[in-house]
């Protein structure tokens, strides 16, 4: 049967090209922005992808899980990605190219269908309205969700030669003076930057609390809840707290040592127009 063209999406991404490939193509990202992808389960790791590369997708559709077989026909990142897929209703390939601009990324999807039989194939041309509809919805969150990384990327980095982590409390866009860096009172590989009002504009994480910072995904990190801004590096429980500035440092010990993150509990002066950003 010939093949229909079901749909392209082309855009540009305001992103480097690695990052925009990280989060189209690894799962601790495409499970984050996708709504239909389940689980993908591969032959050995993730990491070890390349050109011929087969693995089970399990997708949501509707109510149901599906379980679909795929295979990497091309893999040449962070440039080119095309996934095939056997269904029911024929041979289903995605094409995924990118390339690099001046300001960005230019990001491009084709997806492809070769229909089983004839009525498949009408099937497809009647309801290939549906196709846009349905996956310009999906990349659309897909970009949105690729520039909430960079914004954290930007507001939460580790340096692997120095073993020295950072967290920006505002965003770059956030006009504030900075007067001076203190050492957290409780624990020496913690420092913190303050304002000329007094509140911490960042903190600076060294040795252990630095490794664990590395450690975690970029997403997820904040919640909101019970009147506070929540941030943490682990699901432990909070044996302890330290108060400063507006912010409680919490430990998982009683002698401050396991920093697992803090809580934004003065609210008056933080502003939360500038902490709701940080909810993604």
Same mark, same amino acid.
């Given at each position: 049967?010939?093949?229909?063209?079901?749909?392209?999406?082309?855009? $540009?991404? #305001?992103?480097?090209?690695?990052t925009? *490939?990280?989060?189209?193509?690894?799962?601790?990202h495409?499970?984050?922005?996708?709504?239909?992808?389940?689980? $993908?389960?591969?032959?050995?790791?993730?990491?070890?992808?390349?050109?011929?590369?087969?693995?089970?997708?399990?997708?949501?559709?509707? /109510?149901?899980?599906i379980?679909?077989?795929?295979?990497?026909?091309a893999?040449?990142?962070?440039?080119?990605?095309?996934?095939?897929?056997?269904?029911?209703?024929?041979?289903?390939?995605?094409?995924?190219?990118?390339?690099?601009?001046?300001?960005?990324?230019? *990001?491009?999807?084709?997806?492809?269908?070769?229909?089983?039989?004839?009525?498949?194939?009408?099937?497809?041309?009647?309801?290939?309205?549906?196709? /846009?509809?349905l996956?310009?919805?999906?990349?659309?969150?897909?970009?949105d969700?690729?520039?909430?990384?960079?914004?954290? /990327?930007?507001?939460?980095?580790y340096?692997?030669? $120095? $073993?020295?982590?950072?967290?920006?409390?505002?965003?770059?866009? *956030?006009?504030?003076?900075?007067?001076?860096?203190?050492?957290?009172?409780?624990?020496?590989?913690?420092?913190?930057?303050?304002?000329?009002?007094?509140?911490?504009?960042?903190?600076?994480?060294?040795?252990?609390?630095?490794k /664990?910072?590395?450690?975690?995904?970029?997403?997820?990190?904040?919640?909101?809840?019970? #009147?506070?801004?929540?941030?943490?590096?682990?699901?432990?429980?909070?044996?302890?707290?330290?108060?400063?500035a507006?912010?409680?440092?919490?430990?998982?010990?009683?002698? *401050?040592?396991?920093?697992?993150?803090?809580?934004?509990?003065?609210?008056?002066?933080?502003?939360?127009?500038?902490?709701?950003?940080?909810?993604i």
């Open positions: 049967m010939k093949e229909i063209i079901c749909f392209t999406f082309e855009r $540009h991404i #305001n992103a480097p090209i690695d925009v *490939f990280s989060c189209l193509n690894e799962d601790e495409v499970l984050e922005w996708n709504d239909y992808i389940v689980e $993908h389960i591969y032959e050995g790791d993730e990491s070890e992808l390349k050109e011929g590369s087969t693995f089970i997708t399990k997708q949501k559709i509707g /109510k149901k899980v379980e679909l077989e795929a295979e990497y026909s893999f040449n990142p962070p440039y080119y990605a095309e996934v095939k897929t056997s269904t029911k209703e024929g041979m289903s390939t995605t094409k995924y190219s990118l390339s690099e601009e001046s300001d960005g990324t230019l *990001f491009k999807v084709e997806a492809i269908l070769i229909p089983k039989n004839a009525y498949y194939s009408i099937i497809t041309k009647l309801f290939k309205w549906s196709f /846009k509809v996956y310009n919805e999906q990349y659309e969150k897909f970009i969700y690729t520039m909430t990384i960079m914004a954290m /990327k930007d507001r939460i980095s340096d692997q030669e $120095h $073993h020295l982590g950072f967290i920006h409390l505002f965003s770059s866009e *956030f006009d504030y003076e900075f007067e001076k860096t203190e050492e957290l009172e409780v624990n020496p590989l913690i420092n913190i930057d303050l304002d000329t009002i007094g509140r911490i504009v960042g903190i600076e994480l060294f040795e252990n609390p630095a /664990k910072l590395k450690e975690v995904s970029k997403t997820n990190l904040y919640i909101y809840a019970d #009147n506070k801004y929540s941030f943490r590096l682990s699901n432990e429980e909070v044996a302890n707290i330290y108060k400063i507006g912010i409680e440092f919490c430990f998982a010990d009683e002698d *401050f040592n396991e920093f697992i993150g803090f809580d934004i509990v003065d609210l008056s002066l933080y502003p939360t127009y500038e902490l709701d950003k940080l909810l």
